[in-house]
C-alpha cells in the first residue's frame, strides 16, 4: 500500500518538476518583459512629461478651454492626465506581452476577446465620464440657482442631483459593457421607485408633520433676490 | 452687413421716402405702452423747442409688444398740442415704428435704430429709454447739442439718483471702468445716450451684433467703444431718472451676468488699451446742475445678508477657486458677525472683483456660472454699502463712492498682476481681440 503511495507522489512530483521546468523560460521571459515594460513607462512618462513641458500644453490646453473641463471632472493638470495615458498604453502593451510569454494560445485568445470587447469598453468608458462631467455641471447649476433663490437646502439639492445624473449614466455604462444587463435596470427601477414610494409614504402618512416642518424649514423660499425697491443699474 | 441689409425693405422704402434726416431719435421698446407716449411725446417736444429748423426723425424701434406698444406711438399727439412752446418746428417731425431684426434684445433695437440714421446721414442720433417717467423735452436738448455742435462724438447721461439706486454701477461698473479706461463716466449704463454720426458707423462697423452684445450688455458696450475708440466724450446733466417699475420677475442673477459679463469680454478685446492706464480724467458735464427730490427706496438688507451668508456656507468651494484664502476667511469672518456689523470693505471687494475678472478670463467655457455664483457676494456688499450710507446725505454718498474709485485704481496693478497669470502675458497687446 505505502509503496503504491510513494509511486503515486514520485510520479505527480517528477511530472510538475518537468513541467515547470519546461515552463521557466516562459516565466523568466514574461517577467523579463515585465520588469522592461515598467521601466519603459516609468522612461516614457518622464520623456512626455519633459516634452509636453517643453512645449507648454499646459497653457495651450488653458487656452483651448481644455483645463476647464479637465478641473471639472476633478483633474487639475493637463500634462499629469496626458503623462498617465502614456503609461496606460505602456502598461497594456506589457500586460498583453507578458501574457504572450505565458502562454502565446490563450494570450492570442484574450487578445482577440479584448479587441472584440475594446469598442464596447470604449464607449462604456466615454458614456461614464461624460456622465461624471454632467454631473459636475448640473451639481454645480442646481447649487447656485438653489442659493440664488433662497432654498436652504441647496447643497442637498445639489448632490441629489450630482448622484442622479451619475447614478444614470453608470447604468447606462454597465448596460453598454453587456454587465448586468438585466440587474441593473432592474435595481435602478426599483430603487427609484422604492424612493418614490418612501417619499410619498413619508408626506402622506406617519412623518407628515414632520415632513411638513422640514420642508417648510428647509425649502422655505424667501422673496425673490430683487424684491427690493432698489433698483441695481 | 450694410445699413441697407439691416433694414427690412419696407422700412428702406420708407427710410427712402423721408431721404436724409439731420437728427434721429430713437426709442428702444417691448411692452412699453403705459409709459411710451410720454416719451415720445417729449422728444417730439423737445426737437421742435430746441432744434426747430432740423430735419428730425424719431425711430421706434420695438421688440414685438402685444400690449400695444407700436400704436400707443402712432397715435401720441404731435408738439402742435403742446400749450408752452419756444419756437414752432419749421419742419414736420417724422415719427414711425419699425420692427427689428436679429437676436431678441436691446442691442438689435439699437443696430436698427443706428443703421437707419445712418442710412439717413443724420448728424446726430439719440437714443432713449420707453420706460422713462422722468424724461422732459430738455434731455433731447442735452443729449444732441453736443453732438450738434461739433465738439463731441457721444453723450453718456449724468442723473441725480436714490443714493441706494443704481448699485451696481455705484459699487462695479462705474469704478471698473473709471480705474480701467481712465474717464470718470458717471453712468456708464445709463440708458440713453447721444452720438455722432462717425460714431454710428464706427458701432455699426463692430462684429458684435450676433453675440451677446446684440441681446444685452449694449449700454456698456457702447460706451466703452467710444472711450476706446478716441472718440470726443462728454456727459449731460439730465436731472432725476424714474422709470418705470421693474419687472418682479426678472432674475437679478441674469441681470448681473449680462452686464459683469460684457465688462469682462470688453476687458479682453480691449486689454491693449487698458492695460497701460494709470490716472483718471474727469469729463465735462453739460446742463445746469439741480438738486432734486428723489422717491424712497425701501430695502431689505436682513434678506440681502441671509443670501450673503448662504453664499459662504454653500458656494465656497466655486468661490475658493477665484479668491485668495484669506479673502476667503475675511469673507466667512464677515457672514459671521452680527447683523448690523456686516461690513465688506473697499479693499477686499475691489480684490475680489478683480479675481472675478481673472477667473473669468482664465475659463474659457461656462463662464458665466462664475459671474451668476457671486451674487450672494454682490448682495452681501451692498447691504454693507446700505448699512455704512444709512444716516449719509447725497454728497456724503457721492464722496464714499470716490473712496472707493480710488481704491479700485490704487489696486490696478493686482489686477494686472492677476490677469496676465490667469493666461500669460499677451502676445498681441496692439490688436484688439473680438468679442465672442
Known sequence: ?233 | MSAPDILAPAVRGRLDQIGRADIVVGIPSYQSAATIGHVVQAAQTGLAKYFPSAQSVILNADGGSTDGTPAVVESTSGPDTVLVMVSQPERPIQRFTIPYHGLPGKGSAFRTIFAAAEALGATACAVVDSDLRSITPEWIHLLLAPILDGTHDYVAPYYLRHKFDGTITNNVVYPLTRALYGKRIRQPIGGEFGMSLPLVRHYLRQAVWETDVARFGIDIWMTTEAVCGDFRVCQAFLGAKIHNAKDPGADLSAMLVQVLGTVFRLMEAHEARWQPVRATEAVPVFGFQYGVGLEPVHVDVGRMIDHFRRGVRDLAEIWGSMFGRDDMARLRSAAASGGDSLAIGDDLWVRLIYDLAAAYRRRASDRDALVRATLPLYMGRVASFVLEMAGADAAEVEARLERLCSAFEAQKDYLRRRWDAAHGPPSRRGRPRRIA
Do not use: C
Open chain 1, 1 to 233: 500500500m505505502w509503496q503504491v503511495v510513494r509511486q503515486v507522489l514520485e510520479q505527480a512530483w517528477r511530472q510538475f518538476a518537468a513541467q515547470s521546468l519546461s515552463m521557466l523560460p516562459n516565466v523568466l521571459a514574461s517577467l523579463l518583459f515585465l520588469v522592461i515594460g515598467v521601466a519603459l513607462a516609468v522612461a516614457a512618462g518622464r520623456v512626455a512629461r519633459f516634452l509636453l513641458r517643453r512645449s507648454a500644453v499646459e497653457r495651450r490646453a488653458s487656452r483651448l478651454g481644455v483645463t476647464s473641463w479637465l478641473e471639472r471632472a476633478g483633474i487639475l493638470s493637463a500634462t499629469a492626465a496626458l503623462v498617465r495615458l502614456v503609461q496606460i498604453v505602456f502598461a497594456l502593451m506589457t500586460a498583453a506581452l507578458v501574457l504572450y510569454a505565458l502562454d502565446a494560445e490563450l494570450a492570442a485568445d484574450l487578445t482577440r476577446r479584448f479587441f472584440l470587447y475594446l469598442p464596447d469598453l470604449a464607449v462604456g468608458i466615454g458614456i461614464f465620464v461624460v456622465g461624471l462631467l454632467a454631473a459636475r455641471v448640473a451639481g454645480r447649476s442646481v447649487l447656485i440657482g438653489a442659493v440664488n433663490h433662497g432654498i436652504g437646502a441647496a447643497r442637498l439639492l445639489a448632490t441629489g442631483t450630482r448622484g442622479a445624473v451619475i447614478v444614470l449614466t453608470g447604468a447606462m455604462a454597465l448596460d453598454q459593457l453587456g454587465i448586468g444587463k438585466s440587474i441593473v435596470p432592474s435595481a435602478l427601477i426599483i430603487l427609484l421607485g422604492g424612493v418614490t414610494l418612501a417619499a410619498a409614504l413619508a408626506v402622506g402618512f406617519g412623518s407628515r408633520d414632520t415632513v411638513g416642518r422640514w420642508l417648510d424649514d428647509r425649502l422655505r423660499r424667501p422673496a425673490p433676490a430683487d424684491a427690493d425697491d432698489i433698483q441695481h443699474w
